[in-house]
């Protein structure tokens, strides 16, 4: 994967209804490899739903399918339904949804479930667009997975679905598996956490509708203090931001497999919500760990494989500089490229290598429509605040990373990797343009 976590998404949807089929191959079909996107270590999933291609994370933690955003879709006909409030990870308020049973959802060609059951949910406050490089419209849970061995290729960015482990590559039939168990289909095995010395078993739920590493779920609200921790910004859920503290743990028993010095997150206690649901398990596992992995869930055995991959043994890190970012509006830039060719009298040649050509340099203006990368959050007291980033900054460049070529996660990639690193970052404050030098400070070894 070419970018280490970035943004933490969570969203719980923390009830439960019966009513859905999950998907299921079309006749005759027993395997199918489905592309998908990761940014922030989240899996976005392309699918079709009554006909409408939406782009959706596929969230394992979750055990309701939403759509939260028809940004880009002219229309979608949705069954009738009934009005329900939902609670979501980050606060008690309750959200207003339109519960939809009756919908057809597509996955690749040979996938399909006729009677999907959905969450539409209406509120304009719910938009992940500004956190993502992606449009997204919605999560699909773990209830779409129920029926079917999903291998979850992160490195290669596929989701490979079998219909029964007969249809597995070798080395995967030859891979030892581990047992699971599942919680209204959520998957759940147990760890063991080597933290501050003393190893506590813990009951992980499998989320890949988190980017962030492992969670764990103690009674910590805002006033507890922890020796080689410090408190910061963990997420973005249905409900707002998700604070509490980070620190590291010196190990983390997988199965058969152990990773060091992991990146451990303690969320208060008052940003759980209403519901007693996620206490029924104490801990979570997200995309910052299992990107290291090849993971197999298989649903109808109840098994799981992992396999380390190449990004296994990559170091843990969080946001050193201390700034969030989102996406801003969109606005019209001015780019002026040179470029290079090689020309014979009138006509351009393309991969010549004759001394008869000569090369001429032309300037080609242009103008497109970027988004503006907002801060939208500084750490009290890291180097971006010393430097006197500020809330609603605009970051016009860092380093070589120019205007036209920023991202969500060119830019954030640069806040959790190389410790000491400089950045030289250009910011744009209302029609005032200034640079500042912040260093990439770690705050937890």
């Known amino acids: ?55 959706f994370i596929l969230d394992t933690g979750a055990t309701k399918d939403i759509i939260f955003s028809l940004v880009g879709i002219d229309s979608l006909q949705m069954k009738a339904g009934r009005y329900i409030s939902i609670n979501g990870y980050g606060s008690e308020v309750p959200i207003n949804a339109l519960l939809t049973s009756g919908n057809k959802v597509e996955l690749g060609n040979l996938i399909i479930d006729e009677e999907a059951q959905f969450l539409v949910v209406e509120s304009s406050e719910i ?54 168990s599942f919680e209204n289909f959520r998957p759940f095995f147990n760890g063991e956490l080597d933290f501050k010395n003393k190893v506590r078993k813990l009951e992980l739920l499998i989320d890949t509708g988190s980017g962030d590493a492992l969670w764990v779920f103690d009674e910590f609200d805002s006033t507890f203090e922890l020796d080689n921790s410090f408190e910061d910004y963990l997420g973005y859920g249905m409900n707002g931001a998700v604070i509490g503290l980070r620190t590291k743990a010196n190990s983390l028993r997988l199965l058969n497999n152990t990773l060091k010095k992991v990146a451990l997150s303690f969320p208060y206690k008052e940003y759980a919500g209403s519901s007693n649901d996620q206490r029924q398990h104490n801990s979570s596992l997200g995309g910052e760990i299992l990107r290291r992995f090849d993971m197999v869930i298989n649903y109808p055995e109840k098994k799981i494989i992992m396999l380390p991959n190449e990004n296994f043994n990559e170091r843990f890190f969080y946001n050193m500089s201390g700034i969030g970012v989102k996406n801003g509006a969109k606005e019209l830039m001015y780019v002026q490229e040179m470029r290079a060719a090689l020309r014979d009298n009138y006509r351009a040649v393309d991969n010549a290598t004759s001394s008869n050509y000569i090369r001429t340099n032309k300037s080609y203006n242009s103008y ?10 500084v750490r009290e007291g890291s180097p971006a605040a010393l430097s006197g980033v500020q809330v609603g900054d605009q970051i016009i460049a860092i380093n070589r990373i120019s205007e036209q070529e920023l991202t969500i996660d060119k830019v954030s990639e640069l806040f959790f990797k190389n410790p000491y690193k400089k950045l030289k970052i250009r910011i744009k404050r209302g029609d005032n343009i200034f640079k500042v030098e912040i260093v990439n400070i770690p705050l937890v070894l």
């Open 127 to 180: 938009n992940f667009a500004p956190k993502l490089d992606i449009q997204v419209h919605g999560i699909l849970g773990a209830r779409f997975l129920k029926n079917l061995i999903t291998h979850f290729d992160y490195e290669n960015e596929l989701l490979r679905i079998y219909k029964d482990s007969e249809s597995f590559p070798s080395y995967l039939r030859n891979a030892q598996s581990f047992d699971l």
């Open 1 to 55: 994967m070419k970018n280490l976590v970035l943004i933490v998404l969570v969203i719980h949807q923390v009830f439960f209804l019966s009513g859905q089929n999950g998907l299921n191959f079309k006749e005759g079909s027993v395997k199918e490899n489905i592309d998908i996107k990761l940014h922030s270590n989240l899996i976005i999933v392309p699918a079709k739903v009554n006909g409408v291609e939406l782009n």
């Open 368 to 377: 497109n429509y970027r988004t503006k990368i907002i801060v939208d959050y």
